[in-house]
């Protein structure tokens, strides 16, 4: 029971600033919510090699990496927030996917022989919904760069965490999900499954979750720290939206995310 505070004006970067008070007015939404979760696409489409040094005598670096969870009723509009924000980076995705069907062609179409000499092509993502951390593992050793996942309802995936009964297999998948928040190597190795390596186990990760099940989560908790990696966003109540012609806000939104996927590492040392 919290009374959220307005957006505060000239914190966050211009373009997602105005971005969010764009949408918030036409989709009547708190903008607080949609400046938070395209701030969290934002950091998922920079590539995890571009990294802060914290400290300039220090090997302290971080990468732009942001759990974020957008908290209201039913009837807060959680999803269309949701949606909005990730639409840049879901077209770029699709694009990845696009071109890996096109490489898979073509690799189908060698010889025996050609394929053994020729490398598999990669299934490189950006976003993830739904999956189990198997799946996500999966994708993960083919995308270095990290990927955003997209989880509708939290509640679920905290839930699906607890489908073991012993126990175990939750302790297990929580802790996948800590490292990669962290993000670093991976290694897995299965009788069944072998040996997977992925390079950087980073995800990005924005969601929705109501007040209660989100009580019950955080009294139920383990103390491992997981439940701290998120940034709730407590959102005000949803109103009608306008129906009005979109502004260039969106446009220069969508335009700032594919310059951010686009972006490479600096040259020299020290990023300003």
């Given at each position: 029971?919290?009374n ?18 764009e949408?918030a007015?036409k ?11 395209a701030?969290t696409?934002?950091g ?17 670096h ?23 924000a990730v ?15 096109n ?27 739904d ?14 760069d990290?990927?955003?996942l ?35 190597t991976?290694?897995v ?31 139920g ?14 959102l ?7 129906d ?10 969508e ?18």
């Amino acid at each position: 029971e919290f009374n959220p505070p307005p957006l505060p004006a000239n914190v966050l970067p211009h373009v997602i600033e105005a971005f969010a008070h764009e949408r918030a007015k036409k989709m009547g939404v708190d903008p607080a919510g949609v400046a938070m979760a395209a701030l969290t696409v934002a950091g998922a489409a920079i590539a995890d090699r571009i990294r802060l040094r914290v400290k300039a005598h220090d090997d302290w670096h971080e990468s732009a990496r942001i759990w974020c969870a957008l908290v209201a009723p039913p009837s807060g509009k959680k999803t269309p927030i949701i949606s909005a924000a990730v639409r840049p980076l879901a077209r770029i995705d699709a694009t990845l996917a696009r071109e890996f069907q096109n490489a898979m062609a073509e690799y189908l179409k060698l010889g025996k022989d050609e394929q053994k000499a020729t490398d598999k092509p990669a299934q490189v993502r950006r976003r993830i919904e739904d999956t189990t951390i198997e799946a996500a593992q999966e994708i993960l050793k083919d995308s270095p760069d990290g990927v955003l996942l997209v989880q509708d309802e939290l509640s679920g995936w905290f839930g699906s965490m607890d489908k073991y009964s012993s126990g175990r297999g939750a302790a297990k998948d929580r802790a996948f999900w800590l490292q990669a928040f962290n993000g670093g190597t991976y290694a897995v190795n299965r009788i069944g499954r072998g040996s997977v390596f992925i390079e950087n186990l980073s995800v990005s990760l924005l969601g929705g979750i109501q007040p209660e099940p989100l009580r019950a989560i955080v009294d139920g908790s383990h103390d491992d720290g997981l439940i701290q990696r998120l940034l709730p966003v407590i959102l005000s109540p949803a109103t009608v939206g306008e129906d009005a012609p979109s502004g260039r806000q969106v446009e220069a939104y969508e335009a700032a995310i594919e310059r951010l996927y686009k972006m490479a590492p600096p040259k020299t040392g020290t990023a300003k």
